[in-house]
């Protein structure tokens, strides 16, 4: 479901973290950032299954379609680039409110555009 | 090459009472450019920022002799800018390079919204982000180096070009071409655009608030409220998102700061418009980052994770579209 990267590629870029010398920085960062690779790993198995399921359901009724998520996603992505639904109608925008909030507590749970979209609503 | 070595040979070049560098270090960060901190034997304490030897040029990255000559050219306009002390020749044996004056402070977002040691200057730090953005769009453009133009359009054209060549399906972004496409406002006067005027440019002194504004790579001419958009990026107020500026300040302050020392009266809306597109800009950025590791030039975890920030812009986006 999630892209650019998806689990895989992030497994895989895990795979390939070395351990650096003690007290060198640039190793220490990279730590940090495979901490932040496995957290969001392993947010994304428990949370990942049900948000997409969940975002197929919005996407039939929205499109009137049928499929599997990347199908019906790209057929989102067309219908907005080429104007056949508007940038602002209101239940795209809301699909794409329940997506972003189900992906962000994956990717970057204490984000603070969470809080903001959510004071707002 | 030996940068400790080519400094200390330079050093009576930079300050008539220095005969060698001392303590040169190079700092962490800054993929395109290497930033050295050195100090002079009379104390002078110095930066030296230089092209890495045989490093790709980026195709936005401006010559470093361009952004020496454009800090020297704000300065006088009451912009504060590190003080430029040489551009470097190639008998300087540092390639493409310059030095400025060392400024004392901080430019981590992080600590500048948060830190105690900041709160007697945070308030009033937006409306002097203003103040000193109005100073840098006044900067006469005769006799500036060369620097490409680009207005709101073109901006845009530019960000769909790449986020299409990234083959990423992303409707928030699909809606957001759109939406800021049918908006995009006219350039009226081109002024000189800083560019990358955000938290991380900013060296913020705890006593005398902002004191440098770094990092010209980006500097091109066009609509003054795009540097004012920029710092409203939620990506770089570090949680503080009631503070839009930045983290520290409103948007009523930056404004009336911009206005105040002489800046061309800006809307709210256009600088939302701008705060918009840079959250957009900001998310194509992500997804070239993370290219890098796709296409397998830079297989590294950190190029694979950055990619994973797009969705902080994509909620960001939403948010500007919903309200």
Redesign the interface.
């Known amino acids: 479901m999630?892209?650019?990267?998806s689990a895989a590629?992030?497994t895989e870029?895990?795979k390939?973290?070395q351990t650096g010398p003690p007290g060198d920085?640039?190793a220490a960062?990279?730590a940090r950032?495979?901490d932040?690779?496995r957290a969001?790993l392993g947010r994304e198995a428990a949370l990942g299954p049900a948000a997409e399921a969940a975002a197929v359901e919005r996407l039939r009724d929205l499109l009137a379609l049928d499929g599997n998520f990347?199908t019906l996603?790209?057929e989102?992505?067309a219908r907005?680039?080429d104007?056949r639904l508007?940038?602002?109608n209101p239940a795209?925008?809301a699909h794409?409110?329940i997506?972003?909030?189900d992906?962000?507590a994956i990717?970057?749970p204490?984000?603070?555009?969470?809080?903001?979209?959510e004071a707002?609503? | 090459m030996d940068v400790p070595a080519a400094l200390s040979a330079l050093a009576p070049r930079l300050s008539p009472g220095a005969t060698r560098a001392t303590n040169a270090r190079r700092l962490?960060g800054g993929a395109s450019q290497e930033t050295w901190t050195f100090d002079l034997d009379d104390g002078t304490p110095l930066i030296l920022r230089r092209r890495p030897t045989g490093g790709a040029m980026s195709a936005a990255a401006l010559p470093l002799s361009t952004e020496a000559a454009l800090q020297a050219a704000v300065a006088p306009r009451g912009a504060p800018v590190p003080e430029v002390v040489r551009v470097c020749e190639s008998a300087d044996g540092l390639g493409e390079a310059y030095v400025m004056r060392r400024l004392d402070g901080e430019t981590l977002g992080k600590r500048i919204v948060r830190d105690e040691a900041f709160s007697a200057v945070r308030p009033g730090l937006a409306r002097r982000c203003g103040e000193v953005l109005a100073a840098i769009h006044a900067t006469p453009l005769d006799g500036l180096p060369p620097l490409a133009t680009s207005d709101a359009a073109s901006e845009l054209a530019r960000y769909e070009t790449v986020y299409r060549q990234?083959g990423?399906?992303?409707?928030?972004f699909?809606?957001?071409?759109?939406?800021l496409a049918?908006r995009a406002p006219p350039l009226e006067r081109p002024v000189l655009v800083h560019g990358d005027f955000r938290n991380g440019n900013l060296m913020i002194s705890p006593e005398a608030g902002l004191i440098g504004v770094l990092d010209w790579e980006l500097a091109h001419l066009g609509d003054p409220a795009e540097d004012l958009g920029w710092i409203c990026v939620?990506s770089w107020?570090f949680?503080?998102?009631r503070r839009p500026v930045g983290g520290f300040g409103d948007y009523q302050d930056l404004l009336d700061g911009h206005a105040a020392a002489g800046g061309a009266p800006v809307s709210l809306d256009r600088l939302l418009f701008w705060q918009a597109l840079g959250s957009l800009k900001w998310g194509v950025m992500c997804?070239m980052m993370?290219a890098s590791?796709?296409s397998g030039a830079d297989?590294?975890?950190?190029?694979?994770?950055i990619?994973?920030?797009?969705?902080?812009t994509?909620?960001?986006l939403?948010?500007l579209?919903?309200?």
């Open positions: 999630i892209t650019h990267p590629e992030l870029a895990l390939a973290v920085a640039r960062f990279i950032v495979a932040n690779a969001t990347a996603n790209e989102l992505c907005l680039a104007g508007a940038p602002l795209v925008l794409l409110k997506s972003l909030v992906q962000i990717d970057q204490g984000y603070s555009g969470l809080a903001a979209l707002a609503s | 962490s990234s990423a399906q992303r409707p928030v699909e809606a957001a071409f759109r939406w049918d939620n107020r949680g503080e998102w997804l993370y590791f796709a297989r590294s975890i950190e190029r694979a994770m990619g994973r920030r797009a969705s902080e994509e909620i960001d939403v948010l579209m919903a309200t």
